[in-house]
């Protein structure tokens, strides 16, 4: 059974930094771990992912270069570094994951992942 949890959320001030943590259980077998964040009325985005296996990661343009996805295989936690935040960052954050493979044009859809956290709030004013 694989649980995923999300933490580090929080309030802080535009041009500010946050590192979110997704902790992974029933890990073995998953091959790709996302971001995504959705804000109320708007679709949930896809922001990063990382291939467990290769390291591999992809980025949206709207926080490429901002933020950093990793990942600390002995903890089977998966990190998200945000930094010089913006008011339109503000969001639910959640993480996902599944057995497929990222792919460079599937990683983003929502639908393709089977497991998510529960999500962790960022506020940017």
């Known amino acids: 059974h694989v649980q995923l949890v999300e933490s580090g959320g929080g309030s802080v001030q535009a041009g500010r930094s946050l590192n979110l943590s997704c902790s992974a259980s029933?890990?073995?077998?998953?091959?790709?771990i996302v971001w995504f964040r959705q804000s109320p009325g708007k679709e949930r985005e896809g922001l990063a992912a990382i291939y467990t296996c290769g390291s591999i990661t992809y980025f949206a343009d709207s926080v490429k270069g901002r933020f950093t996805i990793s990942q600390e295989n002995v903890k089977n936690t998966v990190y998200l570094e945000m930094n010089s935040l913006k008011p339109e960052d503000t969001a639910m954050y959640y993480c996902?994951?599944?057995?497929?493979?990222?792919?460079?044009?599937?990683?983003?859809?929502?639908?393709?992942?089977?497991?998510w956290g529960q999500g962790t709030q960022v506020t940017v004013s």
């Open positions: 996902a994951a599944d057995r497929v493979v990222c792919g460079p044009l599937s990683w983003s859809d929502p639908d393709a992942y089977d497991y």
């Open positions: 029933g890990y073995k077998g998953m091959n790709c």
